[in-house]
T-cell receptor, first 116, second 115 residues
Framework: KAGVTQTPRYLIKTRGQQVTLSCSPI?????VSWYQQTPGQGLQFLFE???????NKGNFPGRFSGRQFSNSRSEMNVSTLELGDSALYLC???????????????FGPGTRLTVL | KNQVEQSPQSLIILEGKNCTLQ??????????LRWYKQDTGRGPVSLTI?????NTKSNGRYTATLDADTKQSSLHITASQLSDSASYIC??????????????FGAGTRLAVHP
């Protein structure tokens, strides 16, 4: 079974630009979550989508947005890029989502975004 | 204050030795606690998942323990190998987060195994 794929793997943008990252979950998985990872802050939760609906959102500004399509693929968009947005953006998929499940999350390799 | 704190920040051990990584958390109540391994430049991989009622969970040479009274977890690595060099991240899922994927991550422990 193919794993979680993310495209592109590397991206260089300049301040003020916008960027769209893509994530394809494992076949059959309906939940997709996005995370930002920086050396100073570690992994931080951005948002989670399930069946095309955003179920949870972390503490990030409105410049960060996402969506999920009917085939469970998800995209994340960052508008008006800032230097501090430079990070590894990770996507993770799982079968279902609920408050107490121990369903395993599978992470993709990430997209390394550099903002100049 | 971080709700999930890990120690040490980094660790160097010799191949074949054992080591223990610590995780202290304040998240309460919580649904489950996970340990992930993250190789450089790659996404995290799940090692163990424990619910609040479990005390220990093993995955090969990795054994995680949980003490809900003291709010501490540890990850013990036995007979370390060079491939164990990675960051190990402790993650706690709050009980009433409205969706389990609202996870709280520790900063990780960077382990280097030397020959």
């Amino acid at each position: 079974k193919a794993g979680v794929t993310q495209t592109p793997r590397y991206l260089i943008k300049t301040r003020g630009q916008q960027v769209t990252l893509s994530c394809s979950p494992i076949s059959g998985h309906r939940s997709v979550s996005w995370y930002q990872q920086t050396p100073g802050q570690g992994l931080q939760f951005l948002f989670e989508y399930f069946s095309e609906t955003q179920r949870n959102k972390g503490n990030f500004p409105g410049r960060f947005s996402g969506r999920q399509f009917s085939n469970s693929r998800s995209e994340m968009n960052v508008s008006t890029l800032e230097l501090g947005d430079s990070a590894l953006y990770l996507c993770a998929s799982s079968l279902v989502t609920s408050g107490t499940t121990t369903d395993t999350q599978y992470f993709g390799p990430g997209t390394r975004l550099t903002v100049l | 204050k971080n709700q999930v704190e890990q120690s040490p920040q980094s660790l160097i051990i010799l191949e074949g030795k054992n080591c223990t990584l610590q995780c202290n958390y304040t998240v309460s109540p919580f649904s489950n606690l996970r340990w992930y391994k993250q190789d450089t430049g790659r996404g995290p991989v799940s090692l163990t998942i424990m619910t609040f009622s479990e005390n220990t969970k093993s995955n090969g040479r990795y054994t995680a323990t949980l003490d809900a009274d003291t709010k501490q977890s540890s990850l013990h690595i036995t007979a370390s190998q060079l491939s164990d060099s990675a960051s190990y991240i402790c993650v706690v899922s709050p009980m009433f987060s409205g969706g389990y994927n609202k996870l709280i991550f520790g900063a990780g422990t960077r382990l280097a195994v030397h020959p």
